[in-house]
């Protein structure tokens, strides 16, 4: 079956760290960007980061610089997101989708999403 699975999210204090996981099955990542992308609830989905196929470039939305970081290893078909120092305002859905490259509007194939709740 040819999927993205997200996974590593779940329910963390205020200051916490949480690391999730994108996997692919059916296919391989190797030629695709990976994005992540979270929506909370009653607002719209926005872009968290994005890691080229080759690993070489990274990108960040700006508010989260510094906190979250962006991997990938090829040889397991996984990407991460190394998320530290959260803050009640990160609890969203995480989704992640590969796209083409970083800088397309259009993902070729998104994940389930995997719920992050930052609460005391």
């Known amino acids: 079956q040819v999927q993205l699975v997200e996974s590593g999210g779940g329910l963390v204090q205020p200051g916490g760290s949480l690391r999730l996981s994108c996997a692919a099955s059916g296919f391989t990542l190797d030629y695709y960007a990976i994005g992540w992308f979270r929506q909370a609830p009653g607002k719209e989905r926005e872009g968290v980061s994005c890691i080229s196929s080759s690993g070489l470039s990274t990108y960040y939305a700006d508010s989260l610089k510094g906190r979250f970081t962006i991997s990938r290893d090829n040889a397991k078909n996984t990407v991460y997101l190394q998320m530290n120092s959260l803050k009640p305002e990160d609890t969203a859905v995480y989704y992640c989708?590969?796209?083409?490259?970083?800088?397309?509007?259009?993902?070729?194939?998104w994940g389930q999403g995997t719920q992050v709740t930052v609460s005391s």
């Open positions: 989708a590969a796209k083409r490259r970083c800088r397309a509007t259009v993902a070729d194939r």
